[in-house]
């Protein structure tokens, strides 16, 4: 079983900066195992849930181009969390960010964190 827990959202102007946290636990959480994916997705209400950024095993990063050069995700394995730096936010960016833990005994979810960019 895995346990994933958010922080971090909140209420924040255009143009500035909020940190995500998601801190996993369990017995089949790793957060370096080769085939594994730890990844932030985002749903606004009425739309689907998009994938924003993904952290990989073995360290490779990807984003969707809507958030490429404004934020950036990365993981501590000491502290068994992931984070999702977001600069430059626009009011686009509003929604409920989840994390998301993806490896061969499953597909884990955390319970969602609310970012709100208010122009």
């Known amino acids: 079983q895995v346990n994933l827990v958010e922080s971090g959202g909140g209420f924040v102007q255009v143009g500035g900066s909020l940190r995500l946290s998601c801190t996993g636990s369990?017995?089949?959480?790793?957060?370096?195992?080769?085939?594994?994916?730890l990844s932030w997705y985002r749903q606004v209400p009425g739309q689907q849930r998009e994938l924003v950024a993904s952290?990989?095993?073995?360290?490779?990063?990807t984003y969707a181009d809507s958030v490429k050069g404004r934020f950036s995700i990365s993981r501590d394995k000491y502290s068994r969390t992931m984070y999702l730096q977001m600069n430059s936010l626009e009011p686009e960016d509003t929604a409920v960010y989840f994390c998301?833990?993806?490896?061969?005994?499953?597909?884990?979810w955390g319970q969602g964190t609310q970012v709100t960019v208010s122009s």
């Open positions: 998301n833990y993806r490896s061969v005994r499953g597909d884990y």
């Open positions: 369990g017995s089949t959480f790793s957060i370096i195992a080769s085939i594994s994916a």
């Open positions: 952290i990989v095993g073995g360290g490779t990063t």
